[in-house]
């Protein structure tokens, strides 16, 4: 089944501890991006990848960090978490067909809380 | 940057009823505008598209359609039906999806009253 998965669906930590969310699909696509959704503010990119090795910053890059090694993952790393990113993160993927670029297909979710 | 701005924030409607949710965007140079549909404890899904060079699109009982001139684009649903209670978002992009991002709206509830 084509699919983004992300893990863990659900992670409690404190405050300083370094943490990372990890996303794979199995579509070949070349386009990832995490994104965050808090209430009332909907839907926000923290970074994006365009293929492997290259990444760059979306609108709410700070805390976080990514990297893209391998086509099929893009790990979001908090290395030092604060209670403000506690949040609904999803991780998505998606592709190019010629001179079109298609929408992305999301993953389940990890709602992180930082204590 | 785009801006996305969605609205209603809230729509009830009766089974059976049509539902439209409205979006504008800020941004000329937009060509891409995707709908996802967001269920409870689910991650965003693809409804629906349009690019900018049609005005409307249709899929069984959904439909957008596309004002280029006013930024505005709309999500028609026909003869709604309880599962299609969600959240739904608008986006737009200038690329056309995955290449540089998604700017989205701040979401719509759509609740079917039986």
């Known amino acids: 089944e084509a699919q983004v998965t992300q893990n863990p669906r659900y992670l409690i930590t404190v405050t300083g501890k370094k943490l990372t969310v990890t996303c794979s699909q199995n579509?070949?696509?070349?386009?990832m991006s995490w994104y965050r959704q808090d209430p009332g503010l909907g839907l926000r990119q923290i970074y994006y990848?365009?293929?492997?090795?290259?990444?760059d910053k979306g609108d709410v890059p700070e805390g976080y960090k990514v990297s893209r090694k391998e086509k099929r993952n893009f790990p979001l790393i908090l290395e030092s978490p604060s209670p403000n990113q506690t949040s609904l993160y999803f991780c998505?993927?998606?592709?190019?067909?010629?001179?079109?670029?298609?929408?992305?297909?999301f993953g389940s979710g990890t709602r992180l809380t930082v204590v | 940057g785009e801006n996305v701005e969605q609205h209603p924030s809230t729509l009830s409607v009766q089974e059976g009823d049509s539902a439209v949710i409205k979006c504008t965007y800020s941004?000329?140079?937009?060509?891409?505008f995707p709908w996802y549909k967001q269920e409870l404890g689910k991650g965003p899904q693809l409804i629906i598209d349009?690019?900018?060079?049609?005005g409307e699109k249709k899929d069984q009982r959904i439909a957008v359609t596309l004002n280029k001139t006013a930024k505005h684009f709309s999500l028609h649903i026909t003869e709604t039906q309880p599962e299609d209670s969600a959240v739904y978002f608008c986006?737009?992009?200038?690329?056309?999806?995955?290449?540089?991002?998604?700017?989205f709206g701040k979401g719509t509830h759509l609740i079917i009253q039986p």
């Open positions: 349009i690019r900018s060079n049609v």
């Open positions: 579509m070949n696509h070349e386009y």
């Open positions: 941004d000329s140079a937009s060509n891409y």
């Open positions: 990848s365009m293929n492997v090795e290259v990444t």
């Open positions: 998505a993927s998606s592709y190019s067909h010629g001179d079109l670029n298609y929408g992305y297909t």
């Open positions: 986006a737009a992009s200038r690329r056309g999806g995955g290449a540089d991002g998604l700017t």
